[in-house]
């Protein structure tokens, strides 16, 4: 995590850490995402349980979407809730390879604090399960490094759980 990045966005610059490293001679697409940081009152951290492993709540932005409407969309499709979005907590980007399908990503995450509100029914997709992990369980757990760095900084300044 050595690097830094700085991406333009309209007049606004976005600077974040760059986790991970490109394979040499792969063609990396850059993938906008968004994900939520959400914690109950117990300080317990919401994450999905997928065939890949544990990551947080969200995904990708879609042609179109803003990042907004894509959080509230992949939150309603990974957990079945409503979320209500607090602030933004930052930016980072991971390299994502997967050789197996030839795809080689720069994911480049937009990292929201937030809270569920209420629930709407079960999730959209199936291989997704809301769990709720204390905080070092979750930031052991979670696959992405990422995803580790922006539950860090929604923690920051706050113990973990014990």
């Known amino acids: 995590m050595n690097i830094r990045a700085v991406f333009k966005s309209g007049n606004i610059n976005l600077v974040g850490p760059i986790f991970g490293n490109p394979d040499m001679g792969r063609n990396y697409i850059v993938q ?41 969309r992949e939150a309603y499709e990974e957990s079945g ?54 905080y070092d369980d979750a930031h052991q757990k979670l696959i992405r490094p990422f995803h580790r760095w922006a539950l860090e900084v929604g923690f920051a300044g706050e113990q973990a759980s014990p």
């Open 32 to 72: 906008d995402c968004v994900y939520a940081v959400i914690r109950n009152d117990a300080g317990e951290v919401a994450v999905a349980r997928t065939p890949k492993g544990v990551v947080l709540i969200g995904g990708g932005v879609e042609r179109g979407e803003s990042e907004r409407d894509a959080l509230h």
């Open 81 to 134: 809730y409503r979320i209500d979005i607090r602030n933004r907590l930052g930016i980072a980007s991971q390299y994502v390879s997967n050789f197996t399908k030839g795809r080689f990503r720069l994911k480049r995450g937009v990292f929201f604090l937030c809270e569920f509100t209420e629930r709407l029914g079960p999730p959209v997709e199936p291989d997704h399960e809301l769990i709720w992990l204390a």
